[in-house]
């Protein structure tokens, strides 16, 4: 074997003996970090039940206030995820003890670190802490240079509940171009029901179709439309994606008397989608001058149409069982089924199949 | 220069290329994996749970006579913690007890639920329901195999994603949680999103789910955790990093519903449907210019038993050998096309040349290199450096998956486990390595005049 031969067998081996002791290294050092870790967490439970029941002594703040940057973390993130179990005021006594501690003034400047990474995961503590005082400096991080930094931040607004900082939140979002971004339009959801007038109004100045799609689902997950007049108004807009979320609205908000003739006008929409929707909302209206259009609609070409009216009609009791009923011996074997479907499933489902 | 020296140069030169794709791979999933990390590390999925706004899913299990597992396995489907599933059990002309142990479980009744054909699928024999498991469907058919059955159950599907999970897998109760948590931030684009695969032999499994991790003690399937996170962790998170990833493992992986039915489901004349539905939507979605994303993520876990007899690993790499062979051949005018951008002439020609071929050049060498040796032809220190040089890049990949792991998911925490899989990645190299290449070879050969089954991989089931 020639010297060069035996030099790249020679370092191959070297490499695997390297790769090897790292790799028995960092396992040594993370049953370590796991320990202590550990340990930190049963230094901390006594201590966090004393804070929720009757709030921190300054002696009992020395031990957090004394902790290395890294175990710091450690025990906000541990103190952070038992705050979600505990009641409102309890809460906020831990969230008190931590920022007297120091804890969050610590994570909270990491929200200026050289480093996006930190920025970003500065935000998601920041946002879970849960704390609305510490809302301006993550409206702060919404025109951070980065990216990733930004979507934290909408999140951490989402999870502090920030309504008033809706606007914001819309305005990163076109930024960033992501509606179709759901994880984001979840942070507008969790700022919670009040957030109804806000998401009205963002939708009337709303600069693009997907950007009102995504503002009308969040419309429907919230179930309050502070305008309902503008959502039936967006279910005759030209794209099909606003129509099937317009009319997916009007089955969830709260019951709006002229939703019906919006729902009833859809179901003659060239798009299935749009027709299937609005069966179910016609179902979830619950007005029963429905039935007669419904009935109409079971013998439609689109399963799902069929199969949401055939719901629909079971939802809207006796009357609209009684169609279904009819449909039994409907001529169409697509009416027929369905009805046997739905009617089956029902009396299943209450305890009533033979 | 002697027909040997030839062959020795063009087995070099596979052999570089071959450890040269293999380290860049290694290099970008290295990245990619610390990058993902970051972004979960603080991930505890509030927003997709208590939002609302979580698409619904449809999980799929397609069943053949999996009658020792699947009770456990659906169980483990309903308690995964995402807001919108629904489980549908596609048995398929199972011979065991599968369908009555089902029904006795969870009180099944048979419904006259309507079934639209999408995809065409065998006969449909009855479709079970129970008010006590309202997200459970159980969809009893005429046995077609595999994707006959996962047709079936997407015809049944209600949600616009489908999951598809093998029988005799379990999820983690985050996985599901964590694959949409990757495809929801693109929800318009991301088409196809698969999570990673693991080995449940050695480990604690209930109906919970695995509830301890531990290395299996047999070399056999320690062998194969090492390549499925060799597999897992740098193949397919490079590929996916690369957007070129053309594989959703059939036992754990999301796929839009719209667009499958659009590509016609998938092939009942494969037995690698998984890698042929994903190469289809390839080829479907860049012929319509449509943008798309598939996508691998690394946290959600499925686990699954491995075979661990020479009879079922064997049976195991012929039907992968032979569906990697159906898939280029269905897919041939894929291979080197401009036409299909990165796919065409980056990813199929990998796929051809680095994995269909490989078993050719593979056996040939373990074949002639040491003939060459014994006979005189071939510099006895030349191939003791080849023999050498092979072991130890192969070995230092594997550590360099180890260390991968150690530094990123931490599923094996006891030292004994490290080196139990420590030592099956220095001895997968004395026979089992040069097995695996053979019974490819004898797949690559002899595949298109056998028939195609559900080949048994003799696995033991979790509940025994």
């Given at each position: 074997m020639s010297p060069g031969e035996a030099t790249i067998l020679v370092g191959l081996g070297g490499i695997a003996v390297a790769l090897f002791l790292a790799l028995m290294l960092f396992n040594r050092h993370h049953r370590l970090r796991d320990a202590r870790a550990e340990g930190l967490r049963r230094e901390l439970a006594p201590l966090l039940a004393r804070w929720a029941e009757r709030g921190a002594t300054a002696e009992e703040l020395e031990w957090p206030a004394r902790l290395a940057d890294g175990d710091a973390r450690t025990v906000l993130l541990l103190a952070v995820a038992a705050l979600s179990d505990l009641p409102v005021e309890a809460a906020a006594r831990v969230r008190h003890a931590l920022h007297r501690a120091g804890l969050v003034r610590r994570e909270v400047s990491r929200l200026g670190a050289r480093a996006a990474l930190a920025r970003a995961e500065a935000c998601r503590i920041v946002g879970r802490i849960g704390d609305r005082s510490l809302t301006p400096l993550l409206l702060a991080r919404l025109?951070?240079?980065?990216a990733a930094v930004r979507r934290e931040a909408i999140r951490a607004l989402g999870d502090l509940g920030a309504v008033e900082a809706l606007p914001e939140m819309v305005a990163a979002i076109a930024r960033l171009g992501e509606w179709d971004n759901l994880i984001l339009l979840m942070a507008l959801v969790r700022t919670g029901p009040e957030a109804a007038a806000g998401i009205a109004a963002l939708i009337r100045t709303a600069s693009s179709p997907a950007m009102t799609k995504a503002l009308l689902q969040v419309t429907g997950r919230l179930?309050?439309?502070?305008d309902p007049g503008l959502v039936r108004e967006l279910a005759r807009h030209p794209d099909t994606e606003v129509r099937v979320e317009a009319v997916r609205v009007l089955g969830t908000i709260a019951p709006d008397p002229d939703a019906a003739a919006v729902c009833l006008a859809a179901m003659d929409d060239p798009e299935w989608p749009v027709r299937a929707l609005a069966a179910w909302s016609l179902g979830r209206v619950g007005d029963d001058r429905a039935i007669a259009r419904l009935a109409r609609a079971m013998g439609d070409p689109a399963y799902w149409v069929r199969h949401h009216v055939a719901e629909a009609l079971a939802a809207l009791g006796e009357r609209g069982e009684a169609t279904l009923r009819r449909g039994l011996q409907d001529d169409n074997p697509f009416v027929r089924d369905m009805a046997a479907q739905t009617l089956f499933m029902r009396a299943l489902a209450e305890g009533e199949a033979a | 220069m002697s027909e040997l020296a030839y062959f020795s140069l063009l087995i070099t030169g596979y052999f570089v290329a071959v450890n040269t794709v293999y380290l860049g791979q290694m290099l970008v999933a290295w990245r990619a994996v610390r990058r993902r990390l970051r972004q979960i590390?603080?991930?505890?999925f509030r927003d997709i749970r208590e939002s609302g706004l979580a698409p619904p899913i449809s999980i799929i299990v397609p069943a053949y006579n999996e009658g020792k597992n699947i009770i456990e396995s659906v169980r483990s489907l309903l308690a995964l913690r995402y807001p919108r599933l629904e489980v549908v059990v596609v048995?398929?002309?199972?011979?065991?007890d599968t369908l009555e142990r089902l029904v006795a479980e969870f009180g099944l009744r048979r419904t006259p639920r309507v079934y639209w054909e999408r995809i065409r699928s065998r006969p449909v024999r009855g479709i079970y329901w129970s008010p006590a498991w309202p997200g459970l469907w159980v969809l009893d058919k005429v046995n077609g195999r595999k994707a006959d059955a996962v047709n079936a159950g997407i015809n049944l599907a209600s949600a616009p994603y489908v999951c598809v999970v093998d029988g005799d897998s379990v999820l983690e109760p985050d996985a599901m949680s964590a694959i949409m948590n990757a495809v929801l931030p693109r929800s318009g684009r991301t088409v196809a999103a698969g999570g990673t695969v693991r080995i449940a032999n050695g480990c604690a499994v209930s109906r919970a789910g695995v509830t301890r991790v531990g290395a299996p003690s047999g070399f056999l399937a320690a062998s194969q955790v090492l390549e499925y996170l060799r597999s897992f962790l740098f193949g397919r998170m490079a590929w996916s990093e690369l957007e070129s990833l053309m594989i959703v493992s059939g036992a754990f992986g999301v796929f839009r519903k719209d667009v499958v039915v659009e590509v016609g489901g998938f092939r009942h004349d494969t037995v690698g449907e998984d890698m042929d539905l994903v190469v289809r939507m390839h080829r479907h979605l860049r012929a319509a210019g449509r943008p798309y994303r598939v996508a691998f993520v690394p946290d959600p876990v499925c686990w699954t038993e491995c075979p661990e007899t020479l009879t079922g690993l064997r049976n195991q790499r012929e039907r992968w050998q032979r569906g990697l062979g159906e898939t280029l051949d269905h897919n041939r005018?894929?291979?080197?096309?401009?036409?299909?951008?990165r796919i065409g002439l980056f990813a199929m020609p990998y796929l051809m040349g680095f994995e269909y071929l490989a078993p050719l050049l593979e056996v040939a060498g373990y074949a002639i290199l040491p003939a060459g040796w014994a006979l005189g032809l071939l510099e006895h220190g030349l191939f003791l450096m080849f023999v050498g040089a092979a072991l130890l890049y192969g070995l230092c990949l594997s550590l360099a998956t180890l260390l991968l792991e150690e530094l990123s998911f931490r599923r094996y925490r006891e030292p004994r486990d490290l080196l139990r899989l420590t030592l099956g990645a220095v001895l997968e190299n004395f026979g089992l390595r040069q097995l695996h290449s053979w019974w490819r070879l004898v797949a690559l050969l002899t595949w298109r005049g056998r028939p195609q089954t559900w080949a048994s991989a003799g696995r033991r089931g979790f509940a025994g």
């Open positions: 025109r951070d240079p980065d179930g309050v439309a502070a | 590390a603080l991930e505890d048995n398929d002309g199972s011979r065991d005018e894929m291979l080197a096309s401009p036409r299909f951008g």
